[in-house]
């Protein structure tokens, strides 16, 4: 995946329909839980944890096919279904805060951001010290400790878009309790920091001599494009969209778009990429308003919470248990017997974990 969560994303609620004289989510009246954000929540986690099995197939093999075609064709069609779930993640942020379940107040906020925030930094360390027992830290782990107070590091790579993830959730829950008539001035001074921390690192560094870390806090316009369309497209009443059909030939036509990118243009494809958008938005609206079962419902919600807690750990897996596995001399068929299995095992072990965890009611810290 593209180094550039859950994340534990705002509760999965929509509003209902609001009174004429009242915006949105704001005064709205009562909400219904969306299962099929849920789904997607769930969806996005596993998809992610596909992209980084693969990962290791083709990053065995060099990214060339000719130091082995099977593990390298099977990780890149393992890459090529990947894209999609991190612009989904700011899809579903932005359908959080600006429709399904608005911030009524900056304390609120603040919590959203709490609960996004430690498990970030918790994991940071957990990684870390990982990497450390394990003689695998390219640099001391108190200057990784250091940089990872503005920028994700190695080897907790998976934890970098939470850096634009909650800048995000903080512009847009400013932007709504502003035009609920409130003065959130906190979650401003937060985001004017955001905004000078780069040219004040840059000072201190053009004035001492000595090299900062480059800040990742923050967030570019497909972030913002795909945080604000997302949360459009997951308004969409039930049938609104009457083209579904098509979404079958063009969610298969954009992944095998990706494919061709990846391995005859550039790998990794960029979040910002045509070919991205248009799988983000075929995914999003087959699976936006899909009816879940009752009898799926409890399960498919105690899934959905794990979510965070299973992505945050389950690159430990991929480190420990797929790459010592992997193999540049395998062939197509095996290649994907492997990932498969692989793939199985981790997503068993990751969920596992985290509903351990919050077993122990160490959400709050471990997401």
Known sequence: MQPETTISLPETRTTGAPRTAEPAGIGAGKREHRFDIDLMRLLCS???????????????????????????????????????????????????????????????????????????????????????????????MTELAVDSLVGSVEPAYHLWFMY???????????????????????LGAVLLGIAVLPSV????????????????????????????????????????????KTLLVLLPAAIAACLWYNTQVHYVIPNAHLF??????????????????????????????????????????????????VSPDLSGPVAALLLVGLLAAVMVLSFAASLLWGRLNLRRYFG
Do not use: C
């Open 276 to 325: 991205v958008a248009v799988m983000a938005a075929s995914v999003l609206l087959l699976v936006s308003r899909v009816r879940v079962p009752d009898k799926w419902r409890p399960l498919l919600q105690k899934l959905a919470g794990a979510a965070l807690g299973a992505y945050m750990v389950h690159v430990l897996f991929v480190e420990e248990l797929v790459r010592p596995l």
């Open 164 to 186: 634009t993830y909650i800048p995000i959730i903080v512009l847009l829950a400013f932007a709504m309790l502003i035009k609920a008539g409130q003065r959130p001035w906190g």
């Open 46 to 140: 596993a998809i992610i944890m596909l992209g980084h099995v693969g990962s290791q197939f083709i990053r065995s093999t060099g990214n060339d096919p000719a130091n082995g075609s099977g593990s390298y064709w099977v990780g890149h069609v393992a890459e090529a279904i990947n894209p999609f779930a991190v612009p989904m993640y700011f899809a579903i942020a932005g359908w959080a805060v600006l429709v399904g379940a608005p911030p009524k107040d900056s304390a609120r906020m603040w919590k959203r951001i709490v609960r996004n925030t430690v498990p970030l930094f918790a994991w940071t360390a957990v990684y870390l010290l990982w990497a450390w027992l394990r003689d695998r830290n390219d640099r001391p």
């Open 201 to 244: 690192l840059s000072t201190v560094a053009e004035t001492t001599g000595h090299e900062m870390p480059t800040v990742a806090w923050g967030f570019s316009t497909y972030s913002v494009v795909y945080a604000v369309g997302g949360a459009m497209l997951f308004a969409l009443p039930a049938g609104a969209f009457r083209w579904r």
